[in-house]
C-alpha cells in the first residue's frame, strides 16, 4: 500500500538516528508499509493466528496478553514509537498464544513478514537498523524480566511509577496489576500507601 511519508516520519527520523538512511529504502519502506487503524478494544492479533506484521505504534497503545485459563495475563504495554509483533509467532511464522489489543484507538505502521524479508535482502543497511531494534529490545527485556522478578510487589509499582508514569494514566488498572503478577486488591493498597 503506497503511502507518503508524512505519517511514517517519526520511524524514519528514529531509523535515521542510527545509520543514515538511503533514500532508495525510504521509497520502499514508504512503498511496503500499510497503516493500519485500530479503535479500543480491537484486536490486532489473536491467540491461535499467525503474526504477519512488524508494526511502529505511530498513534495510541496497545496491551499484549496471554490467557491462564480464565484469567488474562499482561505482558507488555507499548505506545507511540514502539515496535510490536509477536516476536515467536512473527519469527517462527507458526500460531502464537498472544493477545495484542488496542487499550486507545490505535494507529500502526505495519510491514508485512515477507516485505519486511525482502527489504532485509535488498538493504544492507537496512540489516543494521533491525540489529540495533533487536538489541534494545532485548535490553528493554532483560530489565523488565529483572523487575518483575522482584520479590516485593511495591518495588514493582515504584519501577512503573518511576520509568513509566505515563502508564499509570493510560492504563487499566486491572490491566497493570495482571502486568505485575499481583491483585487488583493489592494494587489499590500498593497505590494508598504510596500516596502517604
Known amino acids: 500500500m503506497n503511502n507518503d511519508t508524512g505519517l511514517l516520519s517519526n520511524v524514519l527520523e528514529y531509523f535515521n538516528s542510527i545509520v543514515p538512511v538511503p533514500q532508495e529504502l525510504v521509497d520502499d519502506l514508504v512503498k511496503y508499509a500499510e497503516i ?10 489473536k491467540e491461535g493466528k499467525v503474526s504477519d506484521y512488524t508494526s511502529w505504534i505511530l ?13 488474562e495475563i499482561t505482558t507488555k504495554f507499548l505506545w507511540e514509537g514502539a515496535p510490536i509483533t509477536s516476536v515467536f509467532s512473527y519469527y ?3 500460531p502464537g498464544n498472544e493477545n495484542i489489543v488496542a487499550l486507545e484507538d ?3 505502521g505495519s510491514i508485512h513478514y515477507d516485505n519486511m524479508q525482502h527489504l532485509y535482502k535488498t538493504h544492507p543497511v537496512f540489516n543494521v537498523i533491525g540489529r540495533v531494534i533487536t538489541e534494545k529490545y532485548l535490553y528493554m527485556l532483560e530489565i523488565e524480566v529483572y523487575n518483575l522478578r522482584k520479590q516485593k510487589a511495591e518495588d514493582r509499582y515504584q519501577f512503573i511509577v518511576k520509568h513509566f508514569p505515563n502508564l499509570l494514566q493510560r492504563v487499566p488498572l486491572k490491566h497493570l496489576a ?8 493489592t ?7 504510596a500516596r502517604f
Do not use: D, M, P
Open 59 to 71: 498513534k495510541g497503545l496497545v496491551r499484549s496478553y496471554y490467557n491462564k485459563g480464565a484469567e
Open 187 to 193: 494494587l489499590s493498597r500498593i497505590r494508598s500507601k
Open 92 to 94: 517462527s511464522r507458526k
Open 36 to 45: 493500519r487503524e485500530y479503535k479500543k478494544n480491537e484486536f490486532i492479533l
Open 178 to 185: 495482571t502486568y505485575l503478577g499481583i491483585s487488583l486488591e
Open 106 to 108: 490505535t494507529v500502526l
